[in-house]
T-cell receptor
Framework: GQNIDQPTEMTATEGAIVQINCTYQ??????LFWYQQHAGEAPTFLSY??LDGLEEKGRFSSFLSRSKGYSYLLLKELQMKDSASYLC??????????WGAGTKLIIKP | DAGVTQSPTHLIKTRGQHVTLRCSPI?????VSWYQQVLGQGPQFIFQ???????GRGNFPDRFSARQFPNYSSELNVNALLLGDSALYLC?????????????FGNGTRLTVT
């Protein structure tokens, strides 16, 4: 079966750094996406990884290891507005997106 | 540029009724996907359409159907509604139906079945 695992909830302090992990087991791999979703809103695209390594985009970075079926999203200089759910999604051989349940990130002052 | 637009934003139906949800993709996007999201879970894939043809179908019963129109807008239809169909229904568009084409989501339709 296809499975994506993320921690359910994480807490971090404003100004700090947090790493959200994602492990996956899917029928093939055609890329991994990270999305941010604020409560009651639609998911918004953050990053895309298809090759091993780190992709950096401002305060957000995403890492992929295909051999380990592992990715993480790194958020630096945390701001209160970063409080949201972070969703990991993998595109499988059929080009469909398989989604994790999301990690709720709580930022404290 | 307008983003993905969905209508209606909220809807209340009773069991056994049917519902039609509508989606207009970002201008120039030819692929539209539908997802169901239950509170506390990630989106579950329902359908994908590209150039008006069905490209994929998730593990949903035949009560769920969809279509894409020549202008690339799309409708999701659900018949014989069940209480368990209560969820946020998200439409997403992308330029292509391929690997690195990110999905752009609309704000969703919140469906409540009573």
């Amino acid at each position: 079966g296809q499975n994506i695992d993320q921690p359910t909830e994480m807490t971090a302090t404003e100004g700090a750094i947090v790493q959200i992990n994602c492990t996956y087991q899917t029928s093939g791999f055609n890329g991994l996406f990270w999305y941010q979703q604020h409560a009651g809103e639609a998911p918004t695209f953050l990053s895309y990884n298809v090759l091993d390594g780190l992709e950096e985009k401002g305060r957000f970075s995403s890492f992929l290891s295909r051999s380990k079926g592992y990715s993480y999203l790194l958020l630096k200089e945390l701001q209160m507005k970063d409080s949201a759910s972070y969703l990991c999604a993998v595109r499988d051989l059929g080009y469909q997106l398989i989604w994790g349940a999301g990690t709720k990130l709580i930022i404290k002052p | 540029d307008a983003g993905v637009t969905q209508s209606p934003t909220h809807l209340i139906k009773t069991r056994g009724q049917h519902v039609t949800l509508r989606c207009s993709p970002i201008s120039g996007h030819k692929s539209v996907s539908w997802y169901q999201q239950v509170l506390g879970q990630g989106p579950q894939f329902i359908f994908q359409y590209y150039e008006k043809e069905e490209r994929g179908r998730g593990n949903f019963p035949d009560r769920f159907s969809a279509r894409q129109f020549p202008n690339y807008s799309s409708e999701l239809n659900v018949n014989a509604l069940l209480l368990g169909d209560s969820a946020l229904y998200l439409c997403a568009s992308s330029f292509r139906a391929t690997n690195n084409s990110p999905l752009h989501f609309g704000n969703g339709t919140r469906l409540t079945v009573t």
